[in-house]
C-alpha cells in the first residue's frame, strides 16, 4: 500500500523519509483530489500480467520501457538524480511502475506544500500533467521502474516557474473544479 504525508521544512539529505512531528499522514482520496492515482499490482509477473495489460489497453500506454536508477547502472548518475529533484511539471500524464526498489514522488498540493509519496515493488503511480512534482530514490539508493507513455515517449521537463503552459493552466482549472 502506498503511503504519503507531508514533508517537514528541513532541507538535509532529499532520500531521508522527511516527516513532519507528529506525521500528518495523506490518504488515497486526498491524492486523487490533486490527480494522482495509485495501482498495486504484481511486479514479479509484470511481463505477463494480464492487469498490466488490460491497464495499457484501456489508458492507451502505448509506450514503455525501463529505467534502473542506481549509481552503477545510470549513465551521469549524479546530474540525473539532481534533474530528477529539481521541482518540474510535465505537459503529459508521469506514469511509473515499480518493479524492484523503493523511491519517494514529491508533489505539490493546492497551498502549495510538499506531499511526500513513498513508491515500492508493485506500485503503479500515475501523476498528472501539469503538476508541479519531483523524484528521488530514498535511502535504498535503489529503484528499477516501467516509464509508460501514450504515444511517443516525451520525457521533456519543465522546472518550476512554468504557470504558463496550458498543462499547467488545465491542471489548475482541474484542482478548483475539485474544491
Known amino acids: 500500500m ?3 504525508w507531508y514533508m517537514d521544512s528541513l532541507d538535509d539529505d532529499q532520500r531521508k523519509p522527511h516527516r513532519m512531528e507528529p506525521n500528518q499522514s495523506v490518504s488515497l482520496q486526498e491524492l486523487e483530489k490533486l490527480g494522482v492515482y495509485h495501482l498495486k499490482l504484481n511486479a514479479d509477473i509484470y511481463e505477463a500480467d494480464p492487469e498490466l495489460k ?4 484501456e489508458r492507451n500506454y502505448t ?5 534502473t536508477i542506481h549509481k552503477d547502472t545510470l549513465p551521469n548518475y549524479d546530474e540525473k538524480i539532481k534533474i530528477f529533484y529539481a521541482e518540474h511539471l510535465h505537459l503529459d500524464d508521469e506514469i511509473r511502475y515499480v518493479l524492484e526498489g523503493s523511491g519517494y514522488f514529491d508533489v505539490r498540493n493546492k497551498d502549495d506544500k510538499w506531499i511526500r509519496i513513498s513508491v515500492e515493488k508493485g506500485d503503479l503511480i500515475t501523476l498528472p500533467a501539469g503538476i508541479y512534482h519531483r523524484f528521488t530514490l530514498d535511502e535504498n539508493n535503489f529503484v528499477k521502474a516501467m516509464r509508460l507513455f501514450v504515444g511517443e515517449p516525451v520525457w ?3 522546472n518550476r516557474p512554468a504557470d504558463t503552459y496550458k498543462a499547467r493552466q488545465d491542471y489548475l482549472t482541474f484542482l478548483a473544479q475539485v474544491a
Open 2 to 4: 502506498v503511503e504519503a
Open 54 to 57: 488490460k491497464i495499457r489497453t
Open 63 to 67: 509506450f514503455m520501457d525501463i529505467i
Open 156 to 158: 521533456t521537463a519543465y
